[in-house]
């Protein structure tokens, strides 16, 4: 493979940081990387393959001297105003806001479930949504063997999906409460520790929130069918890293409960089938932080239709759900030659 | 109305101290009181309306002096044994174990659902499990009008429900979590601060485990139809109090979204409809935290069907979930002449 020149643009955030420890341990063939971040960060350093690297200022002039990637994860307006002039550069952008996401040139891609979307692009390419990236492998082996009908998720995702203001809020709040105080949310509408809060992201005419027609909408363009039925109820609970999420699935054709089980544990390498009730396994937020796979489990029949089936998929929300999912597009990019 | 001579068998419990609380702020016209429990609680005292009561040993004889209704929280071992004894004196027993509820000649209720069910026992009445109840509300709300074809249950369900030990778990964990320390659970089969376990009660043949064999199963029996489809995932996630509940659900016929919100408030006044998003109102554990209602929100068409609607149930699981509603059944009956 050739070497690649790649830009990391947010290397300062919470899902920044953790991009660099996911391209420590993928360790590409790159001959340089560079930071970048917004003028409020520019100048900050940050360890990174065993140096110290400064972070430079995000202008319209950055992607100037050339760069095969750039890995954007600074919000959507940084990649509204920045991805069109990386990709107009020659750059191609891996994109983790919800920026792009949705628009018809843009693919949108779990590199072991719709690889195949990388082919056509306008060099910028978009990560989806952390909720709706775990549920994609499972969903996948599924529709491939027996087709999809509808999905309906119920999600219990952590606060890191809300940033390092997410993390303090819980941890404040487990303080706050274990004194007996009242909690003070900073970044949540409500107290987060001993509750459960039905609302992620702003809330739409429909009555849905936003985090919920991401699930909806990306679920479709990912698997590439408009009519699979798909909703969702996403909530916040008190965990700090890992997303869970019940699904309950239609399939169109008939199936038996062994065969799904074998399925999910044959299809990837990223996905795990720990399902193992007798002994107590199963998918849970706190083995799966840290982790890149998607893990899967509570692999059951649902007998109120024809054709159903229960499961429970965890994983890392900020690895497989933002920063690993980038750099395996990369990866994946880099190694078929699409870079 | 008659003043009636009332037990309360395990008051010494969790769920059996908030029945002592739940019977002050109903104030029944109970003209005796008499608390009981296993020999190892027998001899203790507890507060209970402005004075102290000594618990009496349960025994075979302990329902010879005639007492008029029982109500049992002492777990299925106990109701097993004694539940009988009680009914064959004459009294009502009114138990709160899992080990009547799906015998076909006990009553399974929650008053505001089915109170017609009371007027055919052989005087034991089963009071549903937590999980189940709270549901039941707008559930009949909308098969009342709507008809209901299918239901689907992701639950988050509180540590409360595990006893005094799951709160030692959630409390410990945390301490232990936020101390940079190993969480060492001693009821649960896993660490519950900053997790949620997909594993309620114990595993069944089917995979299903029994929690949500239960929802299942009551479901069908308080609503009187087994033709309605149900399954359930229940998940106990890291809150002190209060379960919260993402159910979606089929309609036989079609409906305006904001007829079954006004169906919902409407109801019964055990039921709250909290529904501006706006205002970021939804049903939340910690509010539902002490009360005996049931919080109904985040009601939207289910769009991935013809007739779908997707909510957000919350309630005090050990209140209507338990104690509120068992105390409800020894009112309704006693209201009803009954008793």
Redesign the interface.
Known sequence: MKEIRVAVVGASGMVGRTFLRVLEEYNLPVSEYVLMASARSAGKTVAFFDREYVISELTEQSFDSGFDVALFSAGGSVSKQFAPIAAAKGCVVVDNSSQWRMEPDVPLVVPEVNPEALQNHKNIIANPNCSTIQAMLPLKAIMEEWGLK???Y?T?QAVSGAGLAGYKD??NG??SY?DGKEQSPQKF???I???????IDV?LD???TKEEQKM?NETRKILGDDRI???A?T?R?????GH?E?I?IETHKPFEIEDVKKKLADFHEGMVLVDD??N?K?????DAAGRNEVFV?????????EN?I?L?CVADNIRKGAATNTVQIAKYMLEHGML
Chains 1, 2 share one sequence.
């Open positions: 509808r999905v309906i119920s219990y819980l941890e487990a303080v274990l509408p409500h107290p520790f001993s509750n459960c809060l039905p609302h809330f429909n009555d849905y909806v039925g798909v909703t109820t909530v609970v008190p965990v700090f890293d869970s019940s309950n009730p007798a107590n199963y998918p849970l937020a706190l489990g509570r692999v059951r029949r649902d007998y109120s239709i159903g229960n429970w």
